[in-house]
């Protein structure tokens, strides 16, 4: 983004309010000009701008040009989250070996930009990948591999009493998470149902029959860990854990299953992610956890996964045909990833079912 590219009309008056924000909440900056704004599209959960700002604390000396980024609640979303969720978990990884942007502030107050929104610093460097992109790595997929799983394994194995989210979020029985999660998803596809989804139904009341043991840990869920919520630069280096709107506590095969799902995985769903292959980043998650990947454990969370991932789905298909929110990756990820979720559930039953007769 060229600092010096005139900000586009629709968010010139954004600009100005964000100004006057940040000057009203920097007690040592008297100026807050922003230089250049920009949308980030992708995500669908908030709004997401870059910004570039001048911060002066003296008129007569040069100041400070600093890369902010501000997230501001949608008038619709794909998922419904709350922005201090996002933001207290960049605050609680912050400064460890998962490496998060700053989190700055978080504004509830909808005078200054409408919507409740958060702020934080920018990360200079890297980039975020598609996950549909057939290569998106090369080389450096084994390299990134690594500290894919690493820091999952780090995330999985924190301490949520240390790190303060336990004072923050819903701590679930060991033995209750399993509950809480598939009842929280089967209430999305019951609340944003355009039609009947029979395979999803399916799904839902197998994970039922059968439930899995209590988890071994209460964990830190990031919710939505996988390609495309990470940055990496160029010499195959993470640079930020991104997307933490979905975080929760509870047990730490649930993120290590949707990291697995074959969804994330353009060509091959043996490799997750397009890094490296599954049994090899499941040995990393469990090194760096210091926790176990129960095989029959985790293939319920897998099927927990793809049923999550169509509550996501059928959701963007209803704020998009309701016309809440127009953004396209509503619309194709109602069409595209609900057709693929389908199938890849509906292929595990064939397999259950032909196994029990």
């Not at 230089?35 to 995500?43: D, F, K, V």
């Not at 057939?134 to 799983?149: I, N, S, T, V």
Request: proline share 8%; with cysteine; hydrophobic share 40%.
């Amino acid at each position: 983004m060229s600092e010096t590219q005139p900000l586009e009309p629709a968010l010139v008056d954004l600009a100005a309010r964000f100004g006057d924000y940040l000057e009203a909440h920097m007690p040592d900056v008297t100026t807050a000009d922003v230089e250049a704004m920009e949308r980030i599209h992708g995500g669908a959960s908030r709004e997401t701008f870059r910004v570039k700002v001048h911060l002066r604390t003296d008129p007569t000396k040069p100041g400070e040009h600093r890369g902010l980024i501000l997230r501001r609640d949608p008038v619709g979303s794909l998922i419904d989250t709350d922005r201090d969720v996002e933001f207290n978990a960049y605050r609680a990884f912050f400064d460890t070996t998962v490496p998060v942007p700053e989190a700055l502030f978080l504004e509830m107050d909808t005078k200054w930009l409408d919507r409740p929104f958060f702020v934080m610093s920018e990360i200079p460097t890297g980039e975020a990948q598609s996950p549909f992109a057939p290569d998106p790595y090369g080389e450096l997929a084994p390299k990134l591999g690594e500290q894919f799983w690493r820091h999952l394994g780090t995330i999985s194995g924190a301490d949520p009493h240390a790190n303060g989210l336990a004072e923050k979020m819903e701590a679930p029985a060991l033995d209750a998470c399993w509950q809480k999660e598939l009842a929280y998803w089967e209430g999305v596809i019951d609340g944003d149902q355009l039609e009947p989804h029979p395979i999803a139904r399916a799904a839902i009341r197998k994970l039922r029959r059968s439930p899995p043991p209590p988890a071994q840990k209460l964990s830190v869920i990031h919710g939505d860990y996988r390609i495309g919520n990470f940055m990496s630069d160029e010499q195959g280096d993470f640079t930020a854990v991104l997307d933490w709107e979905m975080c929760h506590l509870g047990d730490p095969l649930e993120d290590l299953a949707w990291a697995l799902d074959p969804i994330w995985a353009a060509t091959d769903p043996n490799v997750p992610a397009s890094l490296i292959n599954r049994d090899e980043g499941i040995a990393l998650w469990e090194k760096s956890s210091g926790l176990k990947a129960d095989p029959a454990a985790l293939a319920w969370w897998e099927l927990f996964s793809n049923v999550k991932g169509l509550g996501i789905w059928i959701s963007s298909s209803h704020e998009y045909a309701t016309g809440d929110n127009k953004d396209p990756i509503l619309a194709f990820s109602g069409l595209f990833c609900t057709a693929k979720h389908n199938e890849i559930v509906a292929a595990k039953l064939l397999k259950s079912f032909e196994e029990a007769h």
